[in-house]
């Protein structure tokens, strides 16, 4: 069955420092794939997307994330983390053109500590 | 500004009681997607509509029913609602499914009790 994993669930970083959030998708095909993010109190907006072509994709306030077929994984990462960056991460993956449904991760809780 | 709008934003209801949640979006985007979100489990699919006159199951539909009145209109009735449906629910629209971005609304906090 298709599935997202994103395996922590919480993640703490210091102002300033780098950051890798992990996705891992399971299909068999090549999937669409976003990362969305959701501030507190308030619904989830987009990021970044992937669609089949170039593997690192950007995104906004300087978001980046790196497909890997051979390794089912969509990472995003920033090289260097601002407060207001706290928030909660969300992968999604949509599985062909036409297909209704995302399906979300659980989730990265996002903490940064100055 | 192109925009999903939920309303209520907070709703407590006693169980066995009616509960609707209503959405409106003004992207002009033929499909939305009702979705509930629970700690744990991320955000699940409940129903979603092509457009206007159209209602489809999702993963999770079951004591759910959705209605899609017009393209900028999609609510979600809970008929029966139980405690089990505690939960913060999303409203989302997006244009080509599954394929391009969905745009989500600010949520609706319910409560049964």
């Known amino acids: 069955a298709q599935s997202v994993t994103q395996p922590d669930a919480r993640v703490t970083v210091s102002e300033g420092a780098s950051l890798q959030l992990r996705c891992k998708y399971s299909y068999f095909g090549t999937p669409y794939l976003f990362w969305y993010v959701q501030y507190p109190r308030q619904g989830l907006q987009l990021l970044l997307k992937y669609y089949p072509g170039d593997p690192v994709v950007q995104g906004v306030n300087g978001f980046e994330a790196e497909f890997s077929k051979s390794n089912s994984s969509f990472h995003l990462r920033k090289a260097s983390v601002h407060w207001s960056d706290w928030a909660v991460y969300f992968c999604?993956?949509?599985?062909?053109?036409?297909?209704?449904?995302?399906?979300f991760g659980k989730g990265t809780s996002l903490t940064v500590i100055p | 500004e192109a925009a999903v709008t939920q309303s209520p934003r907070n709703k407590v209801a006693v169980t066995g009681g009616k509960v609707t949640l209503s959405c409106n979006q003004t992207n002009n985007h033929n499909n939305m997607y009702w979705y509930r979100q629970d700690t744990g489990h991320g955000l699940r699919l409940i129903h979603y509509s092509y457009g206007a006159g159209s209602t489809e199951k999702g993963d999770i539909p079951d004591g759910y029913k959705a209605s899609r009145p017009s393209q900028e209109n999609f609510s979600l009735i809970l008929e029966l609602a139980t405690p089990s449906q505690t939960s913060v629910y999303f409203c989302?629209?997006?244009?080509?499914?599954?394929?391009?971005?969905?745009?989500f609304g600010p949520g609706t906090r319910l409560t049964v009790l």
């Open positions: 999604a993956v949509s599985m062909w053109p036409g297909y209704q449904n995302f399906y």
């Open positions: 989302a629209s997006g244009e080509v499914p599954g394929y391009a971005e969905q745009f």
